[in-house]
Structures are given as C-alpha cells and as structure tokens.
C-alpha cells in the first residue's frame, strides 16, 4: 500500500495514527484495528497470518544477507483499547457495562461514548446513576461511583435498546484525535501509538533502502489490557531470540506528583524501559540500544515503571526465553480519553528501531 499523506507534524505520518486510535477494538474485540492494520502492512512483509486468539503475525525475511538460522528479532504491540462491555439492559434502555481493562472512575463522568452492535454503531452518552448537582447532598458530591454504577443512555426506550444491543457488544469512548502544540492527545494511544511505531519504522528502513540480517516478526497482539493473553501465544509461536516491547509508560512531568515520580518526561525522547512488575529487562540489549540512540543522536531516557506491565514480559518468558527489553513513549494522562504524546517522543521511537533493526546480526 502506497504511504498516505503525512501531516504536519515533523513529517510524521499523523493520519495514520488518528485512523488507528479512532478505530474500536477492546481486549476480546479487535478485529477493526487488525483488518486496518492488515491493509496497511500490504507489501512490507513476507507472510501476514492471524493466528487463534486473534494476534496478527507479520514476518519479514532477512534483506541483503544469506546467513543461515537469522537471528529471531520480535516486536510487540498490543492493538486492545480499554473499554467496556454490555452486561445488562434495564426494562428502560438504561446500558450497564462491565470494564474491559483498568479504568480510574474519576475520569469516566459525562462521556460520549460508542455502542458497537453487529449491525451499527451508535452514539451514547455515559454517567453514574444518582442525583445531579442541583439536587445532591454534599455527601453525595464526595462520593466516587464504582464502574457499575454507571449507565449508557443511546436515547432509545427499553424495548427499542433491546432490539438494537445484545449483551456482549462492546462499548468505547467516542473522542477524536487531535494536535495541540507539539503532542496529540486522544483515546486509545495505549496501545495503537505502537502500532504505528511498528508500521512506520519498517517503512523507515525501506526508505533508507537498509538491509537487515535478521528475521523481523511484528506481533499486533490481543487482550494485553487484560494480562498479556495474546503476546503469550504470539510468542510462543515465534520463539524469538531477541523480543522489543513497544508500549506507553507514565509521563507523570505534571503538577501534584513529585518529581522522583514522573517515570518519563515529554520532549525529551524514547525510553529505554528497564523494569516494571512483570519483566526486567535485558542489561545488555538496553545498553545496545542506548549505544544506538547516542550513535545516531536520537534523544532518549532510561526509565522504571513500579507498577504495570506490557508484552515485552511474554516475549522474555516464552518457550526457553528471550533477550528481551521494552521501548515505551511517556503519555500524560493515561487510560482516559485525552492520553497525550510528544510527537518528537514519537519519532524517537521509531527511528531509533530503524537504526537498530538493519545492525542486528
């Protein structure tokens, strides 16, 4: 497929990303972000195939080299959004949901949302049950409501809601991306910002008509929102020698945290992900691709995340294990609807994966 138009924005390949974060897909239901995926990859890999759980599997033969048994390189990125599914509607059209993934209740008040039924998707709007503002008691207004409080209004009445929505579909938050200064800010850049990082730096090295010796597998995993289900068999399938986790981490460079805990900041490059709770990094491989940013002056950061996890733990305990190290891009205000990244962040990433992969031996 023939590389769409970029935006503005450092020549970065915006449209893209917008069409990947705007597009449903919870953990369980992402077939939407695979098929889009699957047509954009046409043309950049040698075999495409989608596996039992629904992982899309890319593999790219080595370039330029006729080294026998390449070195496995595996890059993960998880498609999943968290969302909610249907669990119940009342006799008045009233939609209660069940979470697919890790939400912060505060952040969930007064929000458009999508209901994506086998025939359509409609537009919602989602709120906590109980009294509004005009009318609730100060310790009303304390209280922070539990996901299962809060209802979908589609407009419809209860018989008309019922036609229309099973139980089971899923349910999405209905916000667009957008640029603002030097980030974009939208739903879902956990995790579809990675998959863009693993689209657009195979198109990198193409560009740069760069050979590689390795054997390039690219996973678009499922259900990483929910436990890394999906990179665990990814993985175990490819068997890689050497696994990249491509994820957000925290960019907690706002007011109200303290600095020791900003994990990452903005602007100031790719990080070089060295430990969370479900895997520590390879030193050796980190200290490789420090060496490459350096090299190629590309700006990065080293970085812990204390709590958290992400499909680069898959990868390193797959099979007989795996070198295996996380690339992850600082996002403000995560798992909400106004996820924020710095675009030169972003770039970073990728660049420093188009430099790296042609060197693997």
């Known amino acids: 497929m023939a590389k769409r138009a970029?935006?503005?924005?450092?020549?970065?390949?915006?449209?893209?990303?917008?069409?990947?974060?705007?597009?449903?897909?919870?953990?369980?239901?992402?077939?939407?972000?695979?098929?889009?995926?699957?047509?954009?990859?046409?043309?950049?890999?040698?075999?495409?195939?989608?596996?039992?759980?629904?992982n899309l599997i890319c593999r790219r033969d080595p370039?330029?080299?006729?080294?026998?048994?390449?070195?496995?390189?595996?890059?993960?990125?998880?498609?999943?959004?968290?969302?909610?599914?249907?669990?119940?509607?009342?006799?008045?059209?009233?939609?209660r949901l069940n979470a697919a993934g890790g939400f912060d209740t505060r952040n969930l008040f007064s929000r458009r949302v999508l209901v994506c039924t086998k025939?359509?998707?409609?537009?919602?709007?989602?709120?906590?049950?109980?009294?509004?503002?005009?009318?609730?008691?100060?310790?009303?207004?304390?209280?922070?409501?539990?996901?299962?409080?809060?209802?979908?209004?589609?407009?419809?009445?209860?018989d008309e809601v019922k036609k229309l929505v099973r139980i089971g579909d899923m349910v999405v938050m209905d916000e667009p991306l957008i640029e603002v200064g030097n980030k974009v800010v939208s739903k879902a850049l956990d995790n579809r910002f990675a998959c863009w990082v693993a689209i657009e730096c195979v198109r990198a090295i193409d560009a740069a008509k760069a050979n590689h010796a390795c054997e390039l597998w690219v996973a678009f995993t499922v259900q990483e929102e929910v436990g890394l289900r999906g990179a665990k068999t990814a993985s175990n399938f490819v068997q890689p020698d050497i696994g990249i986790g491509l994820d957000v981490s925290l960019s907690c460079d706002t007011p109200g945290v303290p600095k020791e805990e900003a994990v990452n900041h903005q602007g100031k490059g790719v990080g070089l992900h060295i430990m969370d709770s479900s895997f520590i990094a390879h030193a050796g491989l980190i200290d490789e691709l420090e060496d490459h940013a350096k090299k190629n002056k590309i700006d990065y950061q080293r970085t812990i995340l204390a709590r958290g996890g992400q499909d680069g733990a898959a990868m390193q305990q797959a099979m007989t294990g795996a070198k295996a190290?996380?690339?992850?891009?600082?996002?403000?205000?995560?798992?909400?609807?106004?996820?924020?990244?710095?675009?030169?962040?972003?770039?970073?990433?990728?660049?420093?994966?188009a430099k790296w992969i042609p060197t693997v031996k």
């Open 6 to 54: 970029s935006s503005s924005s450092g020549g970065l390949n915006i449209d893209l990303l917008k069409r990947l974060c705007e597009t449903p897909g919870i953990p369980g239901r992402e077939e939407r972000v695979r098929a889009l995926i699957e047509k954009e990859v046409k043309g950049l890999f040698d075999s495409v195939e989608t596996d039992a759980m629904g």
């Open 63 to 95: 370039r330029g080299s006729s080294k026998q048994g390449p070195t496995k390189v595996m890059l993960a990125s998880h498609m999943d959004e968290i969302g909610f599914y249907v669990s119940h509607i009342d006799d008045d059209g009233f939609i």
């Open 119 to 158: 025939t359509k998707d409609i537009k919602g709007v989602m709120n906590p049950g109980g009294r509004p503002i005009h009318i609730a008691s100060e310790e009303d207004k304390k209280k922070i409501p539990e996901v299962k409080e809060f209802m979908v209004d589609i407009g419809l009445s209860g």
């Open 325 to 353: 190290a996380g690339l992850v891009v600082g996002t403000r205000y995560i798992h909400t609807v106004t996820e924020m990244i710095d675009t030169r962040d972003l770039a970073a990433c990728r660049d420093l994966l």
